[in-house]
């Protein structure tokens, strides 16, 4: 999808100690009972708030280690950042956050509302969209974020026949292992590649918008996957758009619009008759073509980079190494 971006920054952080087991995620509220819609007459009209990206970096004073986003400002942001003592104004995104450092005890503030917890790896934070809060972190933080729109959140809702959509819940330090990792999945995945980073992107946000409405909102709502694979023609025809080598659009949207079939009905049918999502399978399908260009030809590293459609020979090499255990230097000296 040509209107998404992927960005990265070398503002490393100093690494995160080990977690404690024995720390367990906690929320004390007082005044107001915690997770529950926030009072409407919090939230600042939409037209006057930030997208989440713009906001996060106001308010965290840098840039992502890693982000991928599409026009509306809706994507995956990795941070690493310092201690946080500021309020988060209301943004016209949910945002959710998965959190990959030490443990620590933060505070956050909404309103008269104060709710004290422990970040850690398996607990998610949420700021439902156009709410705002005081965050009280002491410590450095590696952190995981999801900028999900609304439409998104109705999309989904309607394509998995779930019902009405609630509004989320504000979480702060809640466990859920299953959101927790599937959001910090994308600290591996994302590897500089426009067409794998966008369908990545679009899988996750579906991915995470169903797992929100099962367990996150007022009225959680009961998902019943789908099942059955592509008709055949239908495969073929979605495994021809993910092999062209030409500009052909291989977003998560054009392959479901070409099968006629929802984004969330596409992507588990696919996966049911390949026994892989989209993006797995066009990511083992450019490993292989980067195979067969190291070991039949003489072709650069850094042509071969560029022809798979990677922003620079480095994170080619970073995504070849994670799939391979190799560079793809090596890998081509070891198999001639």
């Known amino acids: 999808m040509s209107n998404a971006s992927l960005r990265e920054s070398s503002n490393e952080m100093p690494a995160a100690s080990q977690d404690r087991p024995q720390d367990r995620p906690q929320d004390q509220p007082q005044d107001q009972p915690q997770d529950q819609p926030k009072d409407r007459r ?70 008269r509302s104060i709710a004290i917890g422990t970040f850690r790896p398996g607990v998610v934070i949420i700021i439902p969209e156009g709410s705002s809060s005081r965050w009280d972190i002491p410590k450095p933080v590696d952190v995981l974020q999801l900028y999900l729109p609304q439409t998104t959140l109705r999309r989904v809702a309607d394509e998995a026949e779930a019902g009405s959509t609630a509004e989320l819940l504000e979480r702060t330090a809640h466990p859920d292992p299953v959101t927790s990792r599937l959001l910090l999945s994308a600290a591996d995945v994302l590897e500089g590649n426009e067409a794998l980073d966008t369908l990545f992107r679009q899988q996750l946000m579906d991915l995470l918008a169903t797992r929100l409405l099962a367990a996150h909102t007022g009225s959680p709502n009961v998902i019943t996957p789908a099942r059955g694979g592509l008709a055949p023609k239908t495969l073929l025809r979605a495994i021809e758009r993910l092999r062209s080598d030409s500009d052909a659009d291989v977003s998560l949207a054009a392959l479901a619009a070409e099968a006629g079939l929802s984004r969330f009905h596409f992507c588990r049918a696919f996966k049911d008759s390949t026994g892989l999502s989209p993006h797995a399978w066009l990511r083992q399908h450019r490993l292989e073509q980067a195979m067969n260009m190291l070991r039949d030809t003489d072709t650069p590293v850094v042509s071969i980079a560029a022809a798979l459609g990677y922003a620079s020979q480095t994170a080619f090499a970073a995504a070849f190494r994670k799939l391979t255990g190799e560079s793809p230097s090596d890998w081509r000296r070891r198999v001639r």
Do not use: C
Request: glycine share 10%.
């Open 42 to 111: 919090e939230l600042a009209p939409g037209g006057d708030r930030p997208a989440a990206d713009a906001e996060m970096a106001r308010v965290l004073g840098t840039v992502p280690f890693r982000m991928a986003l599409d026009a509306s400002g809706a994507g995956i942001a990795h941070w690493k950042h310092e201690p946080l003592h500021d309020v988060v104004e209301p943004m016209n995104h949910h945002v959710i956050m998965a959190y990959n450092g030490s443990v620590q005890r933060m505070e956050r503030r909404s309103g």
